[in-house]
């Protein structure tokens, strides 16, 4: 079920990925896809959030390294973003992890049928992530007169 689930999720960010140049929409449409699929597969997220450890070894290991594909995905991402911490692997790796910090324990709070859709959840998201708490939700500020 894990591997399943899993391997989905790679799939539909492949594709997704592929559509998509723009940096901020290409994190944008990741988003929603992360969102979509944990906002109608609860059971299997949670599983695979607290119960991977308990797999056989190698069958943890392949596991793993499929996660691992997803978290290169968005920090490949970010980079793009922010291609400065390109020279700071380690800030790069602590984003994308509060990224996946954020979206990852949804499912302990967000109700799909609520009156927030999954779309929306996730545009939030990127919003917040992008462009930090204070400026969420504003327009951009007009560029400065000289």
Not at 47 to 60: I, K
Not at 128 to 139: K, R
Request: overall charge negative.
């Amino acid at each position: 079920m894990l591997m399943s689930h899993v391997d989905s999720l790679l799939m539909k960010c492949r594709q997704t990925l592929y559509g998509y140049q723009d940096p901020e929409e290409r994190f944008r449409q990741l988003t929603r896809l992360f969102l979509d699929v944990y906002s109608v597969s609860r059971d299997q997220h949670v599983a695979l959030l607290t119960c991977a450890e308990f797999l056989a070894p190698e069958t943890h290991k392949v596991l793993v390294a499929k996660q691992r594909e997803l978290i290169a995905y968005v920090r490949d991402i970010l980079l793009q973003l922010r291609p400065d911490l390109a020279k700071d692997s380690m800030m790069a790796h602590v984003d994308t992890m509060l990224f996946f910090g954020m979206i990852n324990w949804t499912y302990t709070w967000y109700h799909a049928d609520g009156t927030v859709t999954p779309s929306e959840l996730a545009d939030r998201t990127v919003d917040l992530f992008v462009n930090g708490y204070a400026h969420a939700g504003q327009s951009p500020a007009p560029p400065a007169r000289d």
